[in-house]
């Protein structure tokens, strides 16, 4: 007869499960150890490493931002996009950030439509070192 029949009149005892994770068994009665959180919450260390974090955050979400759109500019050179209102758009964005660096190379090279902005990857290049620089100056002062 099976022994987890309903039909079964002997009782039956709990089968032994050992726990692999610490070195005696536990009981169905124990929970499981909670982990040690060594910063408790209302320490303000915790909470200025968790400030700094979030304005790490911040920065390099605005470089990619940034390195976004200027990569954008760049491809819509580079494959001849014609003077639409989009392609304006695009490039009105992003003088702000490439005034900087206009005329670095002098004439930019270009075939009918197509065009080859260098300074546009120079720019990619400087502002990742500035804002990687910032986030690094953000994680030193708040962590």
Do not use: W
């Not at 702000?96 to 065009?115: A, D, H, N, Q, R």
């Not at 902005?117 to 502002?127: D, K, N, P, R």
């Amino acid at each position: 007869m099976d022994p987890h029949s309903p039909y079964n009149s002997q009782p039956t005892q709990p089968q032994y499960q050992p726990s692999f994770s610490q070195g005696n068994p536990m009981s169905p009665q124990q929970t499981p150890m909670q982990p040690h959180n060594p910063l408790p919450s209302n320490n303000p260390i915790a909470h200025h490493s968790n400030v700094g974090g979030k304005i790490e955050q911040v920065i390099m979400l605005c470089y990619f931002f940034v390195a976004a759109l200027l990569l954008f500019r760049f491809g819509l050179g580079m494959f001849g996009a014609r003077q639409t209102p989009f392609v304006e758009f695009v490039r009105d964005i992003t003088v702000p950030f490439m005034i900087p660096f206009e005329g670095m190379f002098g004439t930019t090279p270009s075939v009918g439509y197509y065009s080859i902005e260098f300074e546009v990857l120079v720019a990619i290049i400087v502002y990742a070192g500035v804002f990687f620089g910032l986030a690094q100056l953000v994680k030193i002062l708040f962590k």
